[in-house]
């Protein structure tokens, strides 16, 4: 019996697992502008894309219909919504005010060995940066937060910073211009502000941290042509 029902939750994790794979996807498929507003989603190519079957696909586009990410329309299927300049700015507006008040409290809290492995993590970003290795990027610069999360000795709010971030998928990071090389300057002023305690610092820093990482998102997509038509609408 025991086994059946641990089986049977390994099933459920392995197909929680593929949806999110899908949402992921889906995610990036909308917010860069490949599939637009008022578009129909087949499942079939999306399967195919991420290696599943129809099941988790749909079970990935049910949980992004609840994020707003797309429409169920009955007897017809999944229909991209708009995703404009102002929803993607909502969505780091919040991740800054949970960011910087996590940054605060792990100000106060962090110990030692918490700082020396922010300092390297902060080098091997650096490393990262200046190899271009673009995996590496993403690696250490989710690193670094999640290390800063996890000092601050708040869990749910940490849940809820994670809730948001997942709308951004990872891999969309590396196409920000220049914001990589932006964090390795900034990241290392973060990691000071909490060897000095600086509460105050620490907030004021993470939050402009995550505010600008708007402002290039947001060029990058302009250049791209991602709200073009709303402007000339």
Not at 13 to 35: F, M, N, P, Y
Not at 40 to 52: C, K, S, T
Request: glycine share 6%; hydrophobic share 40%.
């Amino acid at each position: 019996m025991a086994a059946r029902l641990s089986m049977a939750r390994d099933r459920d994790s392995k197909r929680q697992q593929l949806s999110e794979e899908v949402a992921d996807h889906v995610r990036e498929l909308i917010i860069s502008g490949k599939v637009t507003p008022g578009e129909f989603l087949r499942m079939e190519p999306i399967a195919e894309a991420v290696g599943v079957s129809n099941t988790p696909v749909r079970e990935g586009l049910l949980a992004l219909s609840g994020e707003g990410f797309v429409e169920l329309v009955p007897r017809r299927g999944f229909v991209v919504t708009p995703f404009t300049e102002q929803d993607l700015r909502d969505l780091f507006w919040v991740q800054a005010q949970l960011g910087c008040e996590l940054a605060a409290r792990a100000a106060e809290n962090i110990t030692q060995a918490q700082l020396d492995g922010l300092e390297t993590i902060v080098k091997q970003h650096g490393e990262a940066v200046e190899s271009g290795d673009r995996e590496g990027m993403v690696e250490y610069g989710h690193a670094f937060h999640r290390q800063i999360n996890l000092a601050a000795g708040s869990q749910r709010l940490a849940l809820l910073l994670r809730s948001v971030v997942k709308h951004l998928p990872d891999r969309f990071y590396l196409s920000i211009e220049g914001r990589a090389t932006a964090a390795r300057e900034e990241h290392p002023l973060i990691l000071e502000a909490l060897r000095r305690r600086s509460s105050r610092l620490a907030r004021s820093l993470m939050e402009q941290h995550i505010l600008d990482s708007a402002d290039h998102l947001v060029a990058t997509l302009r250049e791209r042509g991602m709200w073009q038509d709303a402007e000339t609408s």
